[in-house]
């Protein structure tokens, strides 16, 4: 800090402090320097009749100019004059160092302000409102309620796999042996896995679900399956999902019922049978509906079913929690988006952002809470979802790169009214408040030092 009065006065009327300039050199040179004590009165005199011509709004902006700088120039002049050896009070040595400190204050202040801002406006956002609408070849989501998948739907064929015994309820049965038909005295037959030879399954057709059990916050998977072994009337798909305790999936069947097995023991009263190989049983039930029950081992299930072309299920208003459109090939994971398209929008707005996806996009959410299928639709050729609300992630493309918009872009797009009302005010605050808080924050501190 400069203890010459003369630079002291000269880095204050840079600063442009040129009535307070005025003020310290009355008080310092009235004693020691009448001479140039006059000419300080003079142009301090000059200096207070300007500043009442501006508030009056007497003097225009040229003509004002001009006296400022006359006065300024003056004054430097007279500061020239000033012996070498006057040094300033400690009384404006301390208001110097309020100033300077109050300076210092304040511009960290816009720092620290304008750089948090800046942090938090190019942050991505993390609650954005979408809506989908993609076709898939595999899904794999998490329900958050107890669903009932397919019921009441018609199948061309289902293959059962990990189950514990299927219970088939008849008037007659066919074991294909050239016997012709065995009654079913107990209406049902009991079928199980063989008990020497490991695996088993069990293959029927032409069914109508009463429905596929799968409890809340579960895995569940559905996959539409392409082959060539495939008819080209049907479709496949298969059905994995996690028990945590043996349910039941419910069918029934009218007329007839064929059903090939392999490795499974049937039982029916006190008889039992053997049913090694690709062996087929039809089963009559020519009055009514008659019931197919198959209970599943705990553990995951893998649930197969040949669908027609011109059949489609459809669920509605599933509530998940996680969701994934990825499907395994060669032990990878890969896409399984066949098409679609992805919209950010505010409830009640317009999409501000739209994205189109093409065969084997990658695209990876996270939902915020949850996500409503608002239609969840598996035919022969593809699965399709309908899907609303709001994300936490959106990751896209090989290097599962967040596409998440900033807050700020996020902002500007959904509240541009409120954002730019809100910007004039920080403005308006910006220039009014932080010398007040600085000085109040140095009178503090001095306070402290005080006590101390």
């Known amino acids: ?20 300039v005025l003020n310290f050199l009355q008080e310092t040179l009235h004693a020691s320097q009448p001479d140039l004590y006059k000419q300080v009165i003079t142009l301090s005199a000059r200096f207070k009749r300007l500043e009442k011509s501006v508030s009056k709004g007497i003097i225009d902006d040229r003509d004002e100019k001009l006296e400022r700088n006359q006065i300024n120039y003056a ?3 007279l500061i020239q004059e000033i012996p070498e050896e006057m040094k300033i009070s400690s009384e404006l040595k301390e208001v110097y160092a309020r100033k300077r400190n109050r300076w210092i204050i304040t511009s960290l202040g816009y720092v620290l302000i304008l750089g948090g801002l800046a942090w938090l406006g190019f942050m991505p956002q993390k609650k954005l409102y979408a809506q989908l609408e993609l076709h898939l070849s595999r899904l794999t989501f998490t329900s958050m309620d ?15 796999q990990n189950f514990d015994k299927v219970s088939i309820q008849a008037y007659d049965w066919d074991a294909a042996d050239g016997e012709g038909k065995v ?23 032409t069914l109508r679900l009463e429905g596929i059990s799968v409890l809340g916050e579960k895995p569940v998977s559905i996959e539409v399956l392409t082959s060539d072994l495939i008819e080209e009337e049907s479709g496949q798909v298969q059905l994995d999902y996690e028990l945590p305790e043996a349910l039941p999936i419910r069918m029934n069947f009218k007329d007839s019922l064929h059903l090939a097995t392999t490795y499974l023991v049937g039982k029916q009263g006190d ?17 009514k509906n008659c019931e197919v029950i198959a209970t599943t081992d705990t553990g995951i299930q893998h649930v197969y079913f040949d669908t027609p072309k011109d059949i489609t299920y459809t669920e509605t208003e599933v509530e998940v929690s996680e969701i994934s459109f990825t499907r395994s090939e060669d032990n990878r994971e890969v896409s399984a988006l066949l098409g679609g398209a992805q919209s950010l929008k505010e409830p009640k707005k317009e999409a501000y952002r739209e994205l189109s996806f093409g065969r084997n996009d ?3 959410i996270k939902p915020k809470e949850k996500l409503t299928l608002t239609e969840l639709s598996v035919n022969s050729e593809e699965i399709l979802i309908r899907a609303d609300g709001y994300l936490e992630v959106i990751r896209m493309g090989s290097e599962n790169k967040i596409m998440n918009p900033s807050r700020l872009e996020w902002l500007w797009e959904n509240y541009r009214f409120e954002l730019s009302a809100a910007f004039v005010l920080s403005v308006i605050l910006l220039v009014l408040l932080p010398g007040k808080l600085s000085g109040s924050i140095l009178t503090r501190i001095e306070r402290i030092r005080r006590l101390l």
């Open 75 to 77: 004054l430097t002049e």
């Open 362 to 364: 990658y695209l990876g």
């Open 183 to 205: 009654p079913l005295p107990s209406e049902r037959m009991s079928l199980g896995l063989h008990p020497d030879i490991p695996g088993g399954s069990a293959y029927l057709d």
């Open 271 to 287: 008889e039992l049978y053997d049913f090694i190989g690709q062996e087929t049983l039809t089963f009559f039930c020519p009055d």
């Open 146 to 160: 107890e669903l009932n998948l397919f019921e009441g739907k018609v199948v061309s064929g289902i293959m059962l």
């Open 1 to 20: 800090m400069p203890n010459s009065l003369k630079n002291f006065t000269n880095i204050l009327l840079a600063e442009g402090y040129t009535g307070s």
